[in-house]
């Protein structure tokens, strides 16, 4: 297109500043000088008019050095809000930000890139926020204005709004102000502030104003308050201002507000009896909840089970490659049955793989039957939480037949809650099928605090006061409405419609809700004067713009978005174009949308990256999730294969790295970006992983049959490569492992987060072994990749490729690696030692040994690792000289070994070389 191609021509004045999010959501607030950079004025001023917030942050810097710094803007964002608008003033020469088509965006950021220039960054920092930071250099005296521009609905969250404003400026800043000014037209009922870092001194600096539809809160310190110490110069200003409060609710009907030819409706009625609810807990107790998660999923249930209500009906079932249910059917919460229920929990343990499609199905079968036997109550509401930390690894492993048997089972007549425990679930495999069946998914991180984040989600949803919610609007005068079907509404929460008033002649708004609720159906009628409601707005200063109309395309493009997840196909295209589509029109970062700012042509050297989505923090199906890469633009030459670089900076500016390489074409496309390293290398992105490539334990109830291997007994058979040789701690006996994989996948062979090290490896297109390695290191950060060509280290120093043949040590830190005759050894402190061996006379395979295994933590899982932790041999069949079988029971599940003779490839490789082990067979999907 003309835009397109004009975009792409850009020379010479701007560098391109690519600010990509995969669906931003935000708040505030941060910002960062040193070595001369002084912030001299900080401001955040944020408006809030019925529940929606508008907020905007201006920064303004001074280098007081006598040469040339670098300043750079930082500010944490919540998960709820858009991006509006980015500029930066440097000397008086304002470089804006524009919002355009993503994929424009990126043809105008690769255009910048090859022309050696730069860009920005925002990432996922925690549970609720996300970082955008954008860097620029500023001459000895030049000041830079930096102003950012974001807009969120507040949602309603267990009675009350909150506004979250990350306080974090990391010096002394001497103008310095929070301004929080809210409306309310149906009147403030309460309204509080807390703070992590408030002192006596500073808590004099905090003032608010309350009356009974506005509020004004301010927090103005002075440089002295600010101070840790009169003597230091360290700000005190470090933690989260939180700013909470509810509305009055005088009707039951909701509240409307109309403005510009908008309307919104807030419906959430007050002091309604609850539902009586039905709710089946299904828990994963499989292999990797082994530790704290099993103890803080205990923890959470036995306090969650004191909640329920004694009218209530409830069940438990537990799940890994095995369901236990805990009673046949629904029971009511007495205090017999609560008391047994947490000797149940008690008593919950951790073993074997992962089985969600027959746990579910189980659920929905539980509450079927109740429901068949009219054992519970009337009018009575049904949920489903399911809990789980990995991906389907037992039973019916792929994810789009469990989300359609998930779906086809419970055809609406429950609600499906799926809480994903840490990273190593497939999060929009739980979301989708969570939204399919209305509910949501909700991610636990692993923390100290799990159980109370279960807790909490559990008391968001314990108190069901509506369903099958409908609010009618009159089709002649009403269009663009968003969604206004619900099936439930939880008390503590909020039902959100916006729409679009057609006929300009309309004096009178009306509407109709209808409802089930405990006392049985329910309807309400609205009924409005729109002049009067405008002209009430009109009269405020709070309101900015056309703040109903931003509201409406906000939460339509939430919705949209919302969908895409279940849609497909021509479905999916349109909806996305929806989005699009408006997110240009109102200015909105996106999935869709991407900001590009420009800059001045002598800046070098910022990040950039893709904004990840919830979705794509966590590993998808082959246990990775891909963002973007890098390769690097000067040194040595780099293998043919496509291949990258993952740089995750931690917050002392340290780049950790993983790589993924992809031996195959796989017709994926990723984005591109450039990434300066801690050395100040730069590297051109090709594709990332997003954080550390972690991935359930892979198990499986049976052996896979195939061909029988050669026996100790037949010295005239051919004797085979193994792909994997294990001698576990404690064991003489070795076991061989053969993978049947599918071409070109990836499989994670060992996940350790214990002791800091992954490694995967990869299928080969033609012959089903692994022809390639991935080892990836935390502390130090380094990425080993080992292919028949090549060995690529990759560090926060650069990248070293080694040749098998005339090979260089690498030592970095605590960290050796080596290769001598043929083998591939990397030792690190405190960590296992891995060896790879390599052929070069038959170019068959590779072979990856371990030692030092006694260091794995009791967190190892993986392909490989989940053998290192409580496996067993069968001693009676393994101690016989003359026995040909035997059984391993690895992670709860009992596979057949067969003692065969195999290729010896723990030493210098000799074909003659074999070595007796206990082969076991296994299929990796």
């Not at 001497?174 to 006596?200: A, C, W, Y």
């Not at 609560?338 to 509450?367: G, P, Q, W």
């Not at 968003?482 to 679009?500: C, P």
């Not at 294990?726 to 499989?747: A, H, T, W, Y």
Request: aromatic share 8%; proline share 3%.
């Amino acid at each position: 297109s003309a835009e397109r191609n004009r975009c792409l021509k850009m020379e010479g004045q701007a560098l391109g500043i690519l600010l990509v999010f995969s669906s931003i959501q935000l708040a505030f607030i941060a910002a960062t000088s040193e070595n001369g950079i002084d912030i001299y004025s900080l401001h955040v001023d944020c408006r809030v008019t019925s529940r929606f917030a508008h907020s905007m942050i201006t920064s303004k810097v001074v280098n007081r050095a006598n040469e040339s710094k670098e300043a750079t803007f930082e500010v944490e964002l919540p998960k709820t809000a858009f991006i509006t608008n980015f500029s930066m003033t440097i000397d008086r020469v304002k470089y804006p930000g524009t919002i355009k088509e993503k994929q424009i965006a990126q043809e105008q950021y690769d255009s910048a890139v090859s022309r050696g220039q730069s860009a920005g960054l925002v990432k996922a920092t925690g549970r609720m926020m996300e970082t955008f930071q954008v860097s620029v250099n500023v001459a000895a005296g030049g000041k830079v204005t930096f102003e950012l521009i974001y807009e969120e609905l507040l949602k309603r969250r267990l009675g009350k709004y909150q506004l979250l404003i990350k306080v974090k400026p990391k010096q002394l800043v001497k103008h310095f102000q929070i301004d929080v000014h809210i409306l309310e037209p149906q009147g403030i009922r309460f309204l509080e502030t807390n703070s992590t870092f408030m002192t006596n001194e500073l808590s004099e600096a905090l003032t608010k104003s309350v009356n009974e539809t506005k509020a004004h809160v301010s927090f103005k310190p002075t440089i002295d308050q600010q101070r840790k110490s009169p003597d230091l110069e360290d700000s005190l200003l470090d933690g989260d201002l939180m700013i909470n409060y509810d509305v009055k609710r005088s009707t039951s009907s909701g509240d409307v507000q109309i403005i510009n030819g908008y309307f919104v409706h807030y419906f959430a009625p007050a002091q309604m009896p609850t539902l009586r609810k039905n709710v089946i807990f299904v828990i994963d107790t499989s292999g990797s909840m082994q530790g704290r998660k099993i103890i803080q999923t205990r923890e959470a249930l036995l306090k969650i089970i004191d909640d329920i209500s004694p009218e209530d009906h409830f069940n438990l079932i537990t799940f890994s490659s095995k369901i236990a249910v805990w009673k046949n059917s629904m029971i009511k919460a007495t205090e017999e049955n609560i008391r047994e229920a947490k000797h149940f929990i008690k008593s919950i343990a951790a073993n074997s793989a992962t089985n969600i499609n027959d746990a579910l199905l189980t659920a929905v079968t539980v509450l079927d039957e109740a429901t068949k036997k009219e054992s519970l109550p009337e009018g009575s509401i049904s949920i489903i939480i399911l809990l789980t930390d990995g991906q389907p690894t037992s039973g019916e492993r792929d994810i789009g037949i469990i989300q359609d048997n998930v779906k086809k089972s419970i055809m609406e007549k429950y609600t499906l809650f799926c809480l994903g425990f840490g990273f190593d679930v497939d999060y929009q495999f739980l979301q989708k099928m969570a939204l399919e069946n209305g509910g949501l998914a909700r991610r636990i991180y692993e923390d100290s605090d799990s159980a109370l984040q279960l807790q909490d989600f559990y008391q968001e949803v314990a108190n069901p006061i509506l369903m099958q919610i409908e609010l009618q609007y009159p089709d002649n005068s009403i269009s663009q409405l968003t969604e206004n079907n619900f099936r439930q509404l939880f008390d503590g929460s909020e039902i959100i419609v916006a729409g679009r008033i057609d006929n300009n002649d309309l004096d009178i708004f009306t509407a109709e809700i209808k409802a089930k609720a405990h006392s049985g159906n329910l309807v309400y009628k609205v009924e409005e004067n729109i002049k009067e409601k405008e002209e009430a707005l009109k009269q405020n200063h709070y309101v900015f713009g056309s703040f109903i109309e931003r509201l409406w395309a906000y939460l339509t493009i939430q919705q949209l978005l919302e969908q895409v997840i279940s849609a497909e196909g021509e479905a999916r295209k349109d909806l996305e174009q929806k989005a699009l589509e408006l997110s240009l029109k109102y200015s909105f970062v996106t999935s869709l949308a991407s900001m590009v700012v420009t800059k001045p042509e002598d800046q070098e050297g910022s990040m950039v990256a893709d904004k990840p989505t919830e979705d794509s923090q966590t590993t998808v199906q082959k246990s990775f999730a891909y963002v973007s890469l890098g390769r690097r633009r000067q040194g040595a030459a780099m293998p043919n294969q496509h291949y990258g670089y993952h740089h995750h900076v931690n917050g002392h500016g340290h780049h950790s790295a993983g790589v993924q390489w992809d031996p195959g074409n796989s017709g994926k496309h990723f984005s591109v970006q450039r990434i300066t390293g801690k050395s100040g290398r730069q590297y051109h992105p090709t594709r990332i992983l997003v954080d550390y490539p972690i991935v359930r334990a892979l198990t499986t109830t049976a052996p896979l049959i195939q061909p029988p291997e050669p026996s100790v007994n037949s010295p005239s058979a051919t004797v085979k490569h193994p792909d994997f040789i294990m001698q576990l701690p404690n064991q003489e006996d070795f076991i061989c492992l053969n993978v049947n994989g599918k071409r070109n996948s990836i499989i994670t062979l060992i996940a350790d987060s214990g002791i800091g090290v992954w490694v995967n490896g990869t299928i080969g297109s033609q012959r089903r072994n692994v022809v390639s390695f991935e080892i990836t290191y935390k502390d130090p950060d380094v990425v080993v990749y080992v292919s028949k060509d090549k060995i690529m280290v990759e560090s926060a120093k650069g990248t070293t490729v080694m040749d098998w043949k005339n090979p260089p040590s690498f030592i970095l830190n605590s960290m050796t690696i080596s290769v001598d005759e043929d083998i591939l050894t990397i030792t690190a402190d405190g960590k296992i030692t891995i060896s790879i061996s390599y052929s070069q006379s038959s170019k068959c395979c590779l072979g990856l040994h371990l030692m030092d295994v006694h260091r794995f933590s009791n967190s190892v899982t993986g392909l490989i690792g989940q053998f290192y932790f409580n496996t067993t041999m069968d001693t009676n069949m393994r101690d016989n000289p003359t026995a040909q079988e035997t059984s391993v029971t690895v992670q709860g599940n009992k596979i057949k070994a067969t003692r065969t003779l195999k290729r010896n490839y723990k030493t210098k490789l000799n074909p003659n070389d074999t070595i007796s082990c206990w082969l076991v067979n296994w299929k990796w999907n």
